[in-house]
T-cell receptor
Framework: QKEVEQDPGPLSVPEGAIVSLNCTYS??????FMWYRQYSRKGPELLMY????GNKEDGRFTAQVDKSSKYISLFIRDSQPSDSATYLC??????????FGQGTRLTINP | GAGVSQSPRYKVAKRGQDVALRCDPI?????LFWYQQALGQGPEFLTY????????KSGLPSDRFFAERPEGSVSTLKIQRTQQEDSAVYLC????????????FGQGTRLTVV
């Protein structure tokens, strides 16, 4: 079993829809939870990070962490075609390596 | 430079050839990671440096892989006797402190072994 599981999709939604992306993880020692966006042929770009449980909002993006369920989510409101990319969750214990999910390929259709 | 720079962007190597991939981190960033990303997969950890010290190399897939960061800035990932299964994008990331919540990635080097 992988340390971080993420549905690879692909996920296709109409413009303006709310998108929900999710990951589960197995190691309860993880404390830092990140979401990266990766456009084709580019490196991952940090969107948001959350420490421990709770919600964090940044514009149209909301990250949620539920440590009791070992479940993290990213919500995108009012999705735009420019949001079309692969979304990667990444988890770590702090100074150690980031452990990535497989990535979910998202397409927003105009 | 403004971001993490990797070179070359693309490399085609014949099976058995040695390759060297370079990473220029953001100036002043103490910590540096190398990751390997296969097509359609998330990045997989290879190795981690803090300054010039290689603190974790548990992700290097074989002894053909070697990484160094001799002066605590530029890093090189070397792959000896390349195999087809080494074909992937190799990503470098740097971050300013010991906690990796602000890791910045380069655009990667796409290695194709033929």
């Amino acid at each position: 079993q992988k340390e971080v599981e993420q549905d690879p999709g692909p996920l296709s939604v109409p413009e303006g829809a709310i998108v929900s992306l999710n990951c589960t993880y197995s190691n309860s020692a993880f404390q830092y939870f990140m979401w990266y966006r990766q456009y084709s042929r580019k490196g991952p770009e940090l969107l948001m990070y959350t420490y421990s449980s709770g919600n964090k909002e940044d514009g149209r993006f909301t990250a949620q962490v539920d440590k009791s369920s070992k479940y993290i989510s990213l919500f995108i409101r009012d999705s735009q075609p420019s949001d079309s990319a692969t979304y990667l969750c990444a988890i770590s214990q702090g100074a150690q390596k980031l452990v990535f999910g497989q990535g979910t390929r998202l397409t927003i259709n105009p | 430079g403004a971001g993490v720079s990797q070179s070359p962007r693309y490399k085609v190597a014949k099976r058995g050839q040695d390759v060297a991939l370079r990473c220029d981190p953001i100036s002043g960033h103490v910590s540096l990671f190398w990751y390997q990303q296969a097509l359609g997969q998330g990045p997989e950890f290879l190795t981690y440096f803090q300054n010039e010290a290689q603190l974790d190399k548990s992700g290097l897939p074989s002894d053909r892989f070697f990484a160094e960061r001799p002066e605590g800035s530029v890093s090189t990932l070397k792959i000896q006797r390349t195999q087809q299964e080494d074909s992937a994008v190799y990503l470098c990331a740097s971050f300013p402190r010991s906690v990796n919540t602000e890791a910045f990635f380069g655009q990667g080097t796409r290695l194709t072994v033929v």
